[in-house]
């Protein structure tokens, strides 16, 4: 059916409940169970919803993801990993300026998944972060914004694979090299992502000012040591946040913190030259598996002790396991509904050379925000956009074609980088352990601004 503009109901209201009320589950559930009463389930359809978004292959893939970097990041505080990387990193991190620059080199660091970087660099940054009365908020925006914003502009990441393969599918590009080449060239022209990778760095350099509701969060902290906000619920449960470091064995930074590391890069590296494509999942799993191990024979804990610490680790990513069952929902709501392709429909005939990679940027921006997925964005503007460019460029790769694919990508991580539905924006504010929504509602405003920019620029190409 053709739900038209009820189709845009149920993404809205998730996200206004969501800036209204502080609660997602709660604003996505409602968001949920409007979404089936107007496609006329009736009450039953939410059950029969949430069956079958457990059940999505995708779901589990990113649920057990998330649940092997829980207890990954359980075996990291277990034997003191973390203790050590900030006893190591204590000369170069002795003001809040160069313990935050240390949290944007890292996330920049982990470039290759954008569900890795957040997982790692809030972890690893935490207890430095809170030493120096950095807010939560603020360390949550530089695990966002040095994840998808960074994996988009590499070349070598599963997102230049998937863009790349689309771009093969629109026919104007002859083999898969030359779809690639394509993507490589739109690069410098991805102004979201560029500028609000070098936002995060001015910012913590103190070269751009703080404000809006991220300066009252810093405000707070730094005045009242305070870095999480008085009544806000944090996305990492106490198992895990507060798991004690164990006083047996003896841990070496070395083993115990960089060989995970390099085992999850080594793996996703290896297996992207090897068959173009990061075996994300496998990576994490065999990197929990060693350092198990290696706590085992380092006698940290026995096997009953390493077992307490994985259920520590999985009860501590619950939370973010629940906002995205139901993130996942509201999507299968928004794609049976059609949302998106009632979107490009009411703005398709807008389109006309001048403004196109403005409007494509725009149009990208909003569709992702509202559902909480870049990839199902970029499956659904490339198609339409991208041809439509090399029809107004005669067939050539113009400066309107590569600004047009730019724009398409930029406007996608817009989404995926601060709408509350977003897993990236859901595995930022988990591995910071903030409070989700407070996370949203302080990045916002730094992602609007940033968007606002790549807008002028994007008018700016059109005219030339």
Known sequence: MNYGWLSLIPPLLAILLAFLTREPVFSLAVACLTGVLLMGQGAGGFPELLAKTLGDRDFMWVCLIEICIGILVAFYQRCGAVDMFSQKVKFITKTRKQTQFLGWILGMFIFFSDYFSPLFVGPVMRKLTDRHKISREKLAYICDSTSAPVSVLVPITGWAVYISGLLLVTGYAASKEAAMSLFIKSIPFNFYAILSVIMVGLITLKLFPEFGPMRKAERRAME??????????SMMSSELTNLPVSEKGRPNIWLNFFTPVL??????????????????LNSFMLAAAALGAIMFFQRVDNLSGLMK????????VMPAVLILAFAFAINSVSREMGTARYIINVTEGWFNPGILPFLVFMLSAFISFATGTSWGTYAIVIPIAVPLAFEFSQGQVTTLVLGTIAATAGGGVFGDHCSPLSDTTVLSSLGSACDHMDHVRTQISYSLVVAFVACIIYLIIGMF
């Open 263 to 280: 085992i999850v890069i080594a793996f996703n590296m290896g297996s992207f030259i090897l068959t173009g494509q990061a075996r994300v």
């Open 309 to 316: 610490s994985m259920l520590a680790g999985i009860k501590g």
């Open 224 to 233: 009242t040591g305070q870095v999480l906000r008085p009544g806000s619920v």
